[in-house]
């Protein structure tokens, strides 16, 4: 069948489509009933455990160190005991390696004994695994014949259940580090980073009369933007199913200028499928809580209520999961990527952070009156400073091939990182810029919606600004740079780190200043204010940041515009990001290297397999559709514009593709993965947008019944 017929299938397909399949009826299967039933939680092992092991398995999640072998055996025999009762017949270790992804080892909890086989599950085989580490990426930091790698059981991570059409595995969270102790993955850097900021927020809160506040965990709150495009459409298109974004495709004749997709009415066969991913989120204890259409055409978004950011991690990778696995259901395909389509918005996934805990509430919380909050004010300033400082590796954390497209490549939010604190807070961090101190704080108030029949309501201290790619919103701060890709990992435990490391420096500079005087405190704090804010003030940006003058004004104040991954990564190693890993204990100078090597060889994996794709469809797809209509054109005796136009595209295009393979063949040779990333950055990604101008330019013109891929206009509007 040709293309073109499959295109015509596709779409006689979804104009079929009827009502979406019913999976549960959630008047029998209520959010209370199921929320949390596939998932090992405290209060499940407190009713399953003898009152003495409960204890000391609380005292380790709650306190950290090491659970004790007979403790684990009795919490691993009960667990197992549940597990088997919903259906599993397998645990597994999953652990999430530096690839961004989640993996995960099975074992059956079944051995043979005698003739029989029994269900056994050690305290052991819970708190350690051992999968083969040597498949793994590590960056060079471990040479493939030390494949030990051991994963060990996060206990302030809850074990859950995955059900599967032929039955159920638990699952085990996980941290992964070599025999040597170095992480392999992701989670590792994350808790101790959880744990420095803990130890560096106490130390800093004894200033303000805190003693005892408990842990204080940094908090999460990722919202997740995907499209999502039908499973039909998706298989006539190599470019998504092998890349996750198109390498081709004209513009739609309807784009998003209409601005009817944000907050539109969901679709009846998207609905059905959000209320299934939420469904099985709920049954794993994930609080969803927000899903909506996003701006451009096929676009959505999820976001759960914040949770502490170790767990909060956890849970957005199995969102991603759910999302991809529950989409096919309805025949649908969830793309994650930050651009699959271009000339329409790209996916982000910003990343709501704050810290506090049960005891002391919400650090970033300013109350009514942030200018009498000394507390929050100093905070608030560690983060200012932090994002300063760190400005470079925040952009090299985000940075990936997909992100590119939408960092530094006029889209939201720009590569330069600054820092949006809203009217009200940048009115009172002006006051402590000049004075070090603040007498006022701008009033959110009541709100008269002049309507007759509506309510007055309170209104906010300050509008929002959805172009800032750092910004304080009420009582968190929102990194929007981080990719629709993403792990939230990374992006968490630097934050957690610069800002602990801020925290300690604060602390260290109030020490010298205040020699324990606690009447000292603030003339030491309005000397911090001036002097944190003459010299990191320059980060803080509340106009547009889209705009052209921001990018010459943002030069004028020396704050780094790095465009694209190989310009920026080089930061993940700069002295002052060493100096705060080290100084916090979270990465040492070896591994922030192996993750940096890494990011550039993952970078040039998808300009190669990108650039591949390009040349193959362009070779292969474009080139013979072109070339069948000129044959048509002619052989109708005709000539005139149209044959012009498309004799003279295909004929750039042959050179154009050449090219492309060209460069190709000069990235393949290249052997150090630094100069293949700039090398791809510089001559690749420009060879392979020559030949997709030339392309999307063919599409049209050439006959629709010759044109082999559905276009953007299918792929956007049909569901
Ligand atoms: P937005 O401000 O983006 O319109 P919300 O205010 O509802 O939306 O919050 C977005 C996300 O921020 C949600 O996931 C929410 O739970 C999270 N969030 C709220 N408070 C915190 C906090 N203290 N720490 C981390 N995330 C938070
Ligand atoms: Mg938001």
Redesign the pocket.
Known sequence: MSGNASRRNAIEGIASLTTPPVSFDPTKETVEDIYGSNVFSLDKIQKTLPKSVFKSLKNVIENGGELDETVADVVASAMKDWAIAKGATHYAHVFYPLTGLTAEKHDSFYEPQGSKTLAVFTGKALVQGEPDASSFPSGGLRATFEARGYTIWDVTSPAYIIEGVNGATLCIPTAFVSWKKEALDKKTPLLKSMQSLHKQAARLLKYFGVTDPGFLAA?????QEYFLVDSRLYHLRPDLYTCGRTVFGAKPARGQEFEDQYFGTIPDRVLAFMSEVEHEAFKLGIPL??RHNEVAPGQYEV????ETANVAHDHQQLVMILLKKIARKYGLVALLAEKPFAGVNGSGK?L???L?SPKVG?L?DPGEEPHKNLQFLTFAAAVIRAVDIHQGVLRAFVASAGNDHRLGANEAPPAIISIYLGEQLGGVFDQLKASGKATTSKKGGIFDPNVPTLPEILRDAGDRNRTSPFAF????F?FRAVGSAFSIAGPLFLLNTIVADSIQFIAEFLDKETKGDPKKLEPALQKLFKELLAKHGRIIFNGNGYGDDWQEEAAKRGLLNLKGTPESLPQVTAKSTVDAFKRQGVLSKEELESREELSYESYVHSIRSESKLTLEIGRTQIYPAAVRYITELKAAGLDGAILEKVTSLATALVPALEDLDTQREILKAGANAKKNAEFGYTKVIPAMDKVREIADSLEELVADDLWPLPSYQELLYLR
């Open positions: 908090t999460a709150g990722p919202e809580k927000t976001a759960p209520i914040f910003h709501n952070w704050s506090g919400n970033l919103t009420g009582n968190k929102e």
